[in-house]
């Protein structure tokens, strides 16, 4: 006995979501508008989303250092507002909060190198862990802390103000694994695994949820804008289906 498979495909639009359920656009379940039976397999085949987070964000803005000798000095912390930098303009924010501490660390911008450097009349640390902003200012260090040489630090790499490249895309009521990547270009691009069986049959489903992650694994700031999802839904013939039984698409 063959099987019977059926595509069906839906265009699912964030702007169709409960928005009280689901304020946010980065995770977030739409209706189906219909329920479907012996669900197989579902695949997203496009994507059209917008690059809405800026370089700049709540997840890498923050620096934390302490001046002093010793484990002198107070601890201090620089919070930098969300938005797009040159290098030498982030490196003009940092400095005009370093200034309003007034314990005389400095941070200076070369572009031949496309590196900073931190400078201060005495000894001092910059606690790189507790620095959201670690990787955008160049420290490479796995260490906890840096101490300054000669009273300045230098990070290994370069400054990276860059937008996030890319965004991958999880259906986690389906897969554990990304189903798709939206890579930001001109135009934007979207590339998908190739499509799969589930290993066992779901008897019924009515709506699918999306999430939407950067490469870190934290999830992408959309600012509340909508996009489309194009999906594919795989359906077998239910009428001769045992749920319980794994299902194998060659038979």
Same mark, same amino acid.
């Given at each position: @006995?063959? /099987?019977?498979?059926?595509?069906?495909?839906?265009?699912?639009?964030?702007?169709?979501?409960?928005?009280?359920?689901?304020?946010?656009?980065?995770?977030?379940?739409?209706?189906?508008?219909?329920?479907? $039976?012996?669900?197989?397999?579902?695949?997203?085949?496009?994507?059209?989303?917008?690059?809405?987070?800026?370089?700049? /964000?709540?997840?890498? $803005?923050?620096?934390?250092?302490?001046?002093?000798?010793?484990?002198?000095?107070?601890?201090?912390?620089?919070?930098?507002?969300?938005?797009?930098?040159?290098?030498?303009?982030?490196?003009?924010?940092?400095?005009? %909060?370093?200034?309003?501490?007034?314990?005389?660390?400095?941070?200076? =911008?070369?572009?031949?190198?496309?590196?900073?450097?931190?400078?201060?009349?005495?000894?001092?640390?910059?606690?790189?862990?507790?620095?959201? @902003?670690?990787?955008?200012?160049?420290?490479?260090?796995?260490?906890?802390?840096?101490?300054?040489?000669?009273?300045?630090?230098?990070?290994?790499?370069?400054?990276?103000?860059?937008?996030?490249?890319?965004?991958?895309?999880?259906?986690?009521?389906? %897969?554990?694994?990304?189903?798709?990547?939206?890579?930001?270009?001109?135009? $934007?691009?979207?590339? +998908?695994?190739?499509?799969? =069986?589930?290993?066992?049959?779901?008897?019924?489903?009515?709506?699918?949820?999306?999430?939407?992650?950067?490469?870190?694994?934290? +999830? =992408?700031?959309?600012?509340?804008? /909508?996009?489309?999802?194009?999906?594919?839904?795989?359906?077998?013939?239910?009428?001769?289906?045992?749920?319980?039984?794994?299902?194998?698409?060659?038979?």
């Amino acid at each position: @006995m063959s /099987n019977t498979l059926t595509t069906h495909t839906y265009i699912l639009d964030s702007a169709d979501r409960d928005l009280d359920q689901y304020p946010e656009t980065n995770d977030y379940r739409v209706g189906l508008g219909k329920t479907l $039976n012996g669900v197989v397999g579902v695949r997203v085949l496009d994507c059209k989303l917008n690059q809405t987070e800026h370089p700049i /964000n709540a997840s890498n $803005n923050v620096l934390v250092y302490r001046v002093g000798a010793g484990g002198t000095g107070t601890r201090q912390s620089v919070t930098v507002d969300p938005g797009t930098y040159t290098p030498a303009e982030l490196a003009t924010a940092i400095q005009t %909060q370093l200034t309003s501490h007034g314990d005389g660390l400095t941070i200076t =911008y070369s572009a031949s190198t496309q590196r900073i450097t931190f400078s201060a009349g005495g000894d001092f640390v910059v606690y790189v862990r507790d620095s959201s @902003m670690r990787h955008v200012l160049g420290f490479t260090t796995t260490a906890y802390s840096v101490a300054s040489s000669s009273n300045a630090i230098t990070p290994d790499g370069i400054v990276d103000v860059s937008s996030t490249p890319y965004v991958l895309v999880e259906l986690p009521d389906f %897969q554990d694994d990304v189903a798709g990547v939206v890579v930001f270009d001109t135009p $934007n691009r979207f590339t +998908a695994p190739a499509a799969k =069986y589930f290993d066992n049959i779901r008897s019924k489903i009515s709506s699918v949820r999306f999430k939407l992650l950067t490469r870190g694994g934290r +999830a =992408y700031d959309t600012g509340r804008t /909508n996009h489309v999802f194009v999906v594919a839904i795989t359906t077998l013939d239910t009428k001769r289906l045992d749920f319980n039984t794994k299902f194998d698409p060659l038979v």
